[in-house]
């Protein structure tokens, strides 16, 4: 059987890959002590729907969008962290970004503007900014949209002035303003509602292992020093179960009924 899968890489920014290889070293004692054998260092070459979808995981980030119209039948659920951005135990919110020297400031302001994002299945970026905008129109109030690739690169289109809006997730956000000079040129006019945020997952395993596996991850987290604690701005691990994701779907569901059915997610 091929070697196991661990990978953190939702927020693994340069910045902070060594705050993430930190957390995997932990990870790795963590598994070892509940009896997994973990590969000796993260994953960071394979496609991450590859990795998912693959029978070797054994642990990783994956988004709800994904998680909720992809996955949901093939992995299993091992928990949801909780960040520290002002936001629930194990939810989080996006921010929607503007340049700072624009005139902008509500949503109703965005009306025939043009708007990026990092990914069409990204919740963060993508489909909770739909779903937010479906409060103040439809697809012809917006006059185009395009894919940037990434968060960061969103935030430096936007302060390029490439694109007018875009939609970012609590954390990416709180890490651009440690980390991307870019961010500094753009302002905060709205916030999306809250969703549960990124889930850890594995291959399909029995509820015991699940356990096993939810436990070792609290185990590392209580192990990390606070530097690393901080630059990750990890604070917690919640059990959230796979329902408690359903309001990504219902959410999606008003988003297409808004758009039309050729909006692509």
């Given at each position: 059987?091929?070697?196991?899968?661990?990978?953190?890489?939702?927020?693994?920014?340069?910045e902070?890959?060594?705050?993430?290889?930190?957390?995997?070293?932990?990870?790795?004692?963590s598994?070892?002590?509940?009896?997994?054998?973990?590969p000796t260092?993260?994953?960071?070459?394979i496609?991450?729907m590859?990795?998912?979808?693959?029978?070797?995981?054994?642990l990783?980030?994956t988004?709800?969008?994904?998680?909720?119209?992809?996955?949901k039948d093939?992995?299993?659920l091992?928990?949801t962290?909780a960040y520290?951005?002002?936001?629930?135990?194990?939810?989080?919110f996006?921010?929607?970004?503007?340049?700072?020297d624009t005139?902008?400031?509500?949503?109703?302001?965005?009306k025939?503007?043009?708007?990026?994002?990092?990914?069409?299945?990204?919740?963060?970026?993508y489909?909770?900014l739909?779903?937010?905008?479906?409060?103040?129109?439809?697809?012809?109030d917006?006059r185009?949209?395009f894919e940037?690739g990434?968060?960061r690169a969103?935030i430096?289109?936007?302060?390029a002035?490439r694109?007018?809006?875009a939609?970012?997730?609590?954390?990416?956000?709180?890490?651009?303003?440690?980390?991307?000079p870019?961010?500094?040129?753009?302002?905060?006019?709205a916030?999306?509602e809250?969703?549960?945020?990124?889930?850890?997952i594995?291959?399909?395993?029995?509820?015991?292992e699940?356990?096993?596996?939810h436990m070792?991850v609290?185990?590392?987290?209580v192990s990390?020093d606070e530097?690393?604690?901080?630059?990750?701005?990890?604070?917690?691990?919640s059990?959230?179960?796979?329902?408690?994701?359903?309001?990504?779907?219902?959410r999606?569901?008003?988003?297409k009924?808004?758009?039309g059915?050729?909006?692509?997610?």
């Amino acid at each position: 059987m091929s070697e196991a899968i661990v990978s953190l890489p939702m927020y693994d920014w340069p910045e902070v890959q060594i705050y993430n290889d930190r957390f995997f070293k932990e990870l790795r004692t963590s598994l070892a002590d509940q009896g997994f054998i973990a590969p000796t260092a993260l994953n960071r070459t394979i496609a991450t729907m590859d990795q998912w979808l693959g029978d070797n995981l054994l642990l990783s980030q994956t988004c709800g969008l994904p998680f909720k119209t992809v996955l949901k039948d093939k992995v299993s659920l091992v928990g949801t962290p909780a960040y520290g951005i002002n936001c629930g135990a194990g939810s989080y919110f996006s921010v929607i970004v503007v340049h700072q020297d624009t005139s902008i400031d509500t949503l109703d302001d965005l009306k025939g503007l043009t708007f990026t994002y990092n990914d069409k299945r990204s919740q963060s970026g993508y489909a909770a900014l739909l779903f937010t905008l479906s409060h103040i129109g439809n697809t012809k109030d917006f006059r185009s949209s395009f894919e940037s690739g990434s968060h960061r690169a969103s935030i430096q289109t936007v302060a390029a002035g490439r694109a007018d809006f875009a939609s970012i997730d609590a954390l990416s956000w709180e890490l651009a303003l440690r980390h991307e000079p870019a961010a500094q040129k753009l302002k905060v006019i709205a916030t999306s509602e809250p969703t549960p945020t990124l889930p850890f997952i594995t291959a399909r395993r029995s509820r015991k292992e699940i356990d096993q596996l939810h436990m070792a991850v609290v185990d590392a987290m209580v192990s990390l020093d606070e530097e690393t604690r901080e630059a990750l701005l990890l604070i917690g691990f919640s059990p959230l179960k796979e329902r408690d994701y359903d309001v990504i779907e219902t959410r999606l569901n008003i988003v297409k009924r808004t758009f039309g059915m050729s909006c692509e997610i």
